[in-house]
């Protein structure tokens, strides 16, 4: 279990382990905002184990935000709502391939606006061949997916490959639908 940290002023700046959470709020650095449905207990006192805290007296604010989500194999799944983007087939998460719309061969490059989730049929149909040659259309054009709000660089890269614990969504900004640009 990890716990989030924010500044003074709500912004998300760390992930912390619990225990470093626990000492922060028992030493008076932080108050618990939200909790895991989770005891703490030590010889001295019991406590809900923290999910997110807000630091008492901290007003750091990381450099870089981003509002670009990383580019990763299940960021373009969720992207493209696990359909193949050219037949519409639901296929799972371990059970698709990338498909480059411009083919690596003819210049296109392995990034969010080249890269569709394809089943195996439709990909080796499709092979290297240019898109209008090919006979399905895109049932919508690859996009660059962005947050509703710019986020701490470093949280969004760490958080890129699991979904926040329910309580954090509040303090992160992908809690709302991913928007194109």
Not at 36 to 48: D, I
Not at 99 to 112: E, P
Not at 154 to 164: F, G, K, N, Q, T
């Amino acid at each position: 279990m990890q716990t989030l940290v924010l500044n003074i002023g709500q912004v998300p700046v760390s992930i912390v382990p619990v225990k470093r959470a626990i000492s922060l709020i028992t030493t008076d650095k932080a108050i618990a905002l939200e909790n895991y449905n989770v005891t703490y207990r030590s010889a001295n006192f019991t406590m809900f184990v923290p999910s997110v805290i807000k630091c008492t007296k901290s007003d750091y604010v990381p450099k870089h935000y981003t509002d670009i989500l990383p580019f990763n194999r299940k960021n373009v799944y969720i992207r493209d709502g696990g359909r193949c983007m050219y037949c519409g087939r639901k296929v799972s998460l371990n059970d698709f391939t990338f498909d480059h719309v411009i083919s690596r061969t003819a210049g296109g490059r392995t990034w969010w606006d080249n890269i569709v989730v394809s089943c195996f049929r439709c990909n080796g149909q499709k092979g290297h061949m240019h898109l209008n040659k090919y006979k399905r259309k895109l049932i919508h054009q690859p996009y660059i997916p962005r947050l509703s709000k710019a986020a701490p660089s470093h949280i969004v890269r760490r958080l890129a490959a699991e979904i926040p614990h329910e309580t954090w969504v509040d303090y992160l900004y992908w809690n709302v639908i991913l928007k194109s640009t």
